[in-house]
């Protein structure tokens, strides 16, 4: 009897752990949100996965409920806990993803290093925090945002008015999270994975660039990165998997400042962008090594196959035709590089798919991947 895994979300992070499932022989189940998401091709129910109703009758004959994303409520989380179904990650962890100011919070009571930050609940309130940093300071919702969304630099406290009125008109109070405005010289991401029974596995820590609040590119491992930085964003990783609790992967986005130190950005309780070079250039890809780790399965080897990985995001993709039309061309003059997509209509800032190249040389692999991306665009 195969083990079985079942995904609550219909995402290209539940579409990418289907080759995985299938090449280690476990059956995987997914509840999307609506009929052709990505993970169509294992989508075994489409429901709300508000309704803790719903999200029971699917893990009813599951050995495991895990996540393409972090949104699933509270009160569903704890209905599955309550029924005995195992959920990996599980609420506490989650709860922790799921709110910007309970995880900075949190990291703190855990002595991670972060930005200055602080919840604020008024104008009066942002304007002072502003006043005490420099004049600027980034400003977020606490709940909901990704890529980009629910996030803005400001110089006035009255930028974020409408944020405050939104919280009024909630009924249930809130704050916003204000943090101060990092000079980083770049953005890294350290991934770990963590088994329930304790075991970590490292992955290299990774380069990420962003374009208008999106992962653009990630080059592993981070170019020019010391022995001591490395270790560093390893430990950092391994201390929050191991202090929240985390099952599954982790993705920890880092600030690398200008005075060489490293200041947690966000989290992940999930595969994540950041990590999409491992499917071809780590010896275990970070899908594979998310069932391995939800099933409390032996972790994989995290090592790179090759000197330099890339990945490029396929931001929009082509206006004219599809994405499959483009594949001649790309598989012809770039037969090194690797495709992945993701089952959508291209539209204009969307993630639609990636690309990833592996070598020995930087230089020809950044080539590579940007040029065979590039054919993707208009």
Not at 118 to 127: D, H, I, N, R
Not at 257 to 282: C, F, K, V, Y
Not at 325 to 345: C, D, L, N, Q
């Amino acid at each position: 009897m195969s083990l079985k895994v079942g995904v609550v979300g219909g995402g290209q992070l539940a579409r990418m752990m289907i080759a995985p499932a299938v090449e280690l022989g476990i059956e995987i189940e997914v509840l999307a949100e609506q009929e052709s998401m990505s993970a169509s091709l294992a989508a075994t129910q489409v429901g709300d996965y508000h309704d803790a109703e719903v999200v029971l009758s699917f893990a009813r004959d599951v050995d495991v409920i895990t996540f393409d994303h972090e949104h699933v409520p509270q009160d569903v989380l704890s209905a599955l806990v309550d029924a005995g179904v195992a959920v990996h990650p599980g609420p506490a962890a989650l709860g922790i993803a799921q709110d910007k100011l309970v995880m900075r919070a949190r990291l703190a009571e855990l002595g991670m290093p972060q930005p200055d930050w602080a919840a604020v609940s008024g104008t009066s309130e942002l304007q002072e925090f502003l006043d005490a940093h420099g004049g600027r300071a980034v400003v977020k919702t606490p709940r909901g945002g990704y890529d980009g969304k629910g996030v803005r630099v400001i110089s006035a406290a009255t930028e974020a008015e409408d944020w405050f009125a939104a919280l009024a008109e909630d009924a249930r109070g809130g704050a916003l999270l204000v943090e101060e405005l990092v000079d980083f010289s770049r953005e890294l991401a350290q991934q770990v994975a963590r088994r329930p029974s304790g075991e970590i596995a490292v992955y290299p820590v990774v380069e990420t660039v962003q374009r208008e609040g999106v992962c653009a590119e990630v080059i592993a491992p981070a170019p020019h990165a010391s022995d001591r930085l490395s270790s560093v964003a390893g430990e950092i990783g391994r201390a929050i998997a191991e202090g929240l609790g985390v099952t599954g992967m982790l993705a920890v986005e880092l600030f690398e400042t200008t005075d060489e130190r490293l200041l947690i950005n966000e989290l992940a309780m999930r595969p994540h962008n950041s990590g999409h070079w491992s499917q071809d250039g780590a010896v275990t890809g970070q899908f594979e090594q998310h069932l391995r780790a939800v099933l409390d399965l032996p972790l994989g080897d995290t090592s790179a196959r090759a000197g330099w990985s890339m990945m490029v995001n396929i931001l929009g993709g082509p206006r004219r035709d599809s994405l499959e039309s483009r594949f001649a061309a790309v598989m012809t003059e770039h037969p090194a590089a690797k495709i992945h997509t993701y089952g959508k209509e291209p539209r204009p800032g969307r993630k639609v798919g990636h690309v990833t190249v592996s070598g020995d040389d930087l230089d020809d692999v950044a080539y590579q991947a940007r040029a065979a991306a590039s054919h993707f665009e208009d």
